[in-house]
Each structure stands twice: as C-alpha cells, then as structure tokens.
C-alpha cells in the first residue's frame, strides 16, 4: 500500500491555458474521487469514478473540466481555459469499501 | 441537504491540555463521520471514524471522537495535546449513492509551550 499520489504538486499556469492533473488511487482500489479545497474551505467534492465509470458530477464541475479514468486504474483531471477563480488545491482520494477514503497530497493550482 | 459545521476556526491550547473540536452535521439518515488532519503540504489523514455502534470511537495518536444522535454531533478529543498535534482538522460525512464526502470548513489548532 503505497497511498494515493498526485502530480504535479503544485502547478502554476497563465489564464486562458490548459491544464491536466493525474492521480494515481491505492492498488486495487474501484472508487476514485476528486475534491477541489479553496483557501478557508473545507474540500468540496467534483466528481467520482467507481472503475472506469464515471458516476456523479457536482455542479461545480463545469464544462471547461473534464474528468477520466481510462482503465480503472489512474484519473486526469483537466481544466480547459484555466481562469483565476480555478486557483485551489485539488485532492484525489481512491476507496475500496466505498466508504472510508484515502487522500493523496492534492495539486495546488496557481492561476496568473 | 447534507452539510456540516464546525463552529471554531481556531483553537490555541496549551500543551499538555485537554481538547474538543466540534463538529455538528445534518443528514437524513444514519451519517458515516470522519475526523481528518491535514498539515502543510499534506494531504488529509484519516484519524478516525464512526459508521455504527458504539458511539465512542478511538483513533490514531491518542485522539476519540463520540457520536451524540440527539445533538447531531461528533466531536473529537483528546485528553493531552502534544506540540505534534498543531494542524488543521477537517470533520467530514459521507452521503450519496457514491458516498462523497461533505466536509466543513476545519479548525486550525495551535499549541503553545
């Protein structure tokens, strides 16, 4: 059990460009989860993957984000035409009980 | 809908003092609870979790949490703070078909000698 992982760790983009985050959930775990956290804010979820199905979008996720998890296994997130308001932390958690989630150390996006 | 609160947004205590941060949350049915800690440039490490029975629920590095149904609350203890423990606690319910988590807005804990 090596935990969850993310990269890159911090990202620091210009508005108007494109951006891709990848998680990487434990070994074997189906859900995959993704929560956006803003200065002061508690995390606030976007979207989840149970394997390679995507299954719930929250409103937040609007269109310039998309989400994939290819083979069951890692997810992207991208932002298309990053804008200021997307700076945050995007945290990635995996599940395998459906349950109890398990947290990588997030992105930290910096827009210009 | 679901929400949860945490009441305090900072917490200072001495070390070596008791400690309670709250939680209070709103659901329609039973709630699966989770206290997190998140320290700088970390992620959230679980530190404990409640889905049924007892109501008293021990976790990592000496911390406990009690489920109260009638208060809507499920606050987390410990009974001597270390200088380690300064960090931010994020209470958290799972809800929905796929269980995400609603998380509140964390208390900032600082521990003075």
């Known amino acids: 059990d090596t935990g969850v992982s993310q990269n890159p760790r911090h990202k620091i983009t210009k508005r108007g460009q494109n951006v891709t985050f990848r998680c990487d959930p434990i070994?074997?775990?189906?859900?995959l989860y993704w929560y956006r956290q803003t200065l002061g804010q508690g995390p606030e979820f976007l979207t989840y993957?149970?394997?390679?199905?995507?299954?719930?979008k929250s409103r937040l996720l609007s269109d310039r984000f998309s989400a994939e998890r290819p083979k069951g296994s890692f997810s992207t997130l991208e932002i298309q035409r990053t804008e200021q308001g997307d700076s945050a932390m995007y945290l990635c958690?995996?599940?395998?009980?459906?349950?109890?989630?398990?947290f990588g150390p997030g992105t930290r996006l910096t827009v210009l | 809908a679901q929400s949860v609160t945490q009441p305090d947004i900072h917490i200072t205590v001495s070390e070596g003092a008791s400690l309670e941060l709250r939680c209070n949350y709103s659901?329609?049915?039973?709630?699966?609870l989770f206290w997190y800690v998140q320290s700088p440039g970390q992620g959230l490490q679980l530190l404990l979790k409640?889905?049924?029975?007892?109501?008293l629920v021990q976790g990592i590095k000496g911390f406990e949490a009690e489920f109260k149904r009638s208060q809507s609350s499920f606050n987390l203890r410990k009974p001597s703070v270390h200088w380690s423990d300064a960090a931010e606690y994020v209470c958290?319910?799972?809800?929905?078909?796929?269980?995400?988590?609603?998380f509140g807005t964390g208390t900032s804990l600082t521990v003075i000698p």
């Open positions: 958690a995996s599940s395998s009980s459906g349950v109890t989630q398990y």
């Open positions: 070994s074997e775990h189906n859900r």
């Open positions: 993957f149970q394997n390679e199905a995507q299954l719930e």
């Open positions: 659901y329609g049915a039973t709630p699966y």
């Open positions: 409640y889905f049924s029975g007892d109501t």
């Open positions: 958290a319910v799972g809800a929905g078909t796929g269980n995400q988590f609603y």
